[in-house]
Nanobody, 125 residues
């Protein structure tokens, strides 16, 4: 069974950068669209970015567009999220997810069946 584990979170200063990593085990990632979401306690999960199976197409949430880049390395069973020029509003738990059955990139969280446990990102000076 596919399992996803995120790393790379932590404390970062406003204006700084970080890279989140999500490694899969139990199954290969090649067949699946992958996404990154974030969630603040008490709020709904927010779509950050998605990438298609071969990595040639990606889409981003409006609040992060231009500041984040999603990429994947299928040989390493890994998906990444690079974040630049972060601000306090980026503080959240970030989770990666796999869409096991869809073919396109959906921003809808309900389309993703497998989720990692998340990694906390805190933007503060």
């Amino acid at each position: 069974q596919l399992q996803l584990v995120e790393t790379g979170g932590g404390l970062v200063q406003p204006g700084g950068s970080l890279r989140l990593t999500c490694v899969a085990s139990g199954s290969i990632l090649n067949p699946y669209t992958l996404g990154w979401y974030r969630q603040v306690s008490g709020k709904e999960r927010e779509f950050v970015a998605g990438i298609n199976r071969n990595g040639e197409s990606s889409t981003y949430g409006d609040s992060v567009k231009g500041r984040v880049t999603i990429s994947r390395d299928n040989a390493k069973n890994t998906v990444y999220l690079e974040m630049n020029n972060v601000n306090p509003e980026d503080t959240a738990v970030y989770s990666c997810a796999a869409d096991l059955y869809g073919s396109g990139i959906s921003p809808l969280a309900r389309k993703y069946e497998n989720w990692g446990q998340g990694t906390q990102v805190t933007v503060s000076s």
